[in-house]
């Protein structure tokens, strides 16, 4: 083997954007420091005489909960093998952990002989941003005005374990809008919208029922140009967040399955009406 697997630097970490920005995964402008703050350690480059040659993420949440994405090698040095031990080395950090990921439904298979398991598949949805008189209903307030603490455990309803240095960073990033729906004092929802390489990703967007999802989304679009390219991440097995999707006129552009390694979480899919990354859970 004439590479080395070693962590991925701070400052390396736009090239990882690129690389996926190459793939058609349409990252966010300011995905690199979020990620990074998730986990410093948690991403792995391949490297060859100084440069580098692919990456994986295998970030750990709580030391319990593992996620890996970003697993990428330069299209021109795919089959020498640089990316099987990749994979080997991002399992080795996460042993001990139950693990997710969201990968291209081709590749279950290759996923399954890994020991994951398909739990449910993801759609991401394609629409354009429009004013709407729901964007303006009373109960939904800057996501800024929510206490820190009260997001972090509203999170824990809907992801595996505490991931307060990502939310700190993700809810704060320039070129996005927060926004949460608070009802007598209650959170009862929240979502963010976010600048991409190509118009915008909602993306969480949590809700306690439909109106209330429907009426956060309503306001997260308007808060882009009209006419902008609008994208989110909708669980199939979430009925409500499919109707979403189809009632604000958006279509299916793409596809991921969630599988675990270990027993899957048992988070509240009910109420998640999008996924907030696809590379980090």
């Known amino acids: 083997m004439d590479f080395t697997i070693r962590t991925l630097r701070r400052d390396e970490m736009p090239w990882v954007i690129d690389l996926a920005a190459h793939e058609g995964w349409n990252p966010g402008l300011h995905d690199a420091e979020c990620f990074h703050a998730a986990d410093p350690d948690g991403f792995l480059v391949a490297e060859r005489k100084g440069e580098p040659l692919g990456c994986i993420s295998a970030v750990s949440y709580a030391g319990r909960f593992g996620f890996v994405g970003l697993y990428i090698v330069a299209p021109a040095l795919r089959g020498e093998g640089i990316g099987i031990t990749l994979w080997r080395e991002g399992m080795a950090r996460l042993s001990g952990h139950v693990i997710g990921l969201d990968g291209v439904p081709a590749q279950q298979d290759n996923y399954r002989r890994s020991g994951f398991e398909l739990a449910w598949n993801n759609v991401r949805y394609a629409g354009v941003a429009q004013g709407s008189e729901m964007a303006s209903a009373r109960e939904i307030v800057p996501l800024g005005a929510i206490d820190f603490a009260s997001l972090c455990a509203d999170d824990l309803r809907v992801f595996p374990a ?64 009209a006419g902008d ?30 599988m675990y390694h270990g027993t899957p979480p048992d988070c509240e899919l009910n109420r998640i009406y999008g996924i907030t990354t696809f590379e980090l859970g």
Not at 211 to 219: H, S, T, W
Not at 236 to 250: T, V
Request: hydrophobic residues 45%; charged residues 25%; proline residues 7%.
């Open 229 to 258: 390219s609008i994208y989110l991440d909708v669980p199939q097995s979430n009925p409500d967040a499919m109707a979403l999707a189809k009632k604000m006129g958006m279509r299916a552009v793409f596809e991921t399955a969630r």
């Open 162 to 225: 505490p991931r307060d240095a990502f939310l700190r960073s993700w809810t704060t990033m320039p070129d996005a809008t927060g926004l949460a729906w608070r009802r007598q004092g209650r959170l009862e929802g929240w979502g963010l919208i976010r600048r991409c390489r190509e118009g915008h990703k909602i993306g969480p967007l949590v809700a306690e029922d439909l109106p209330v999802a429907q009426a956060l989304y309503a306001a997260l679009s308007a808060s882009v140009p």
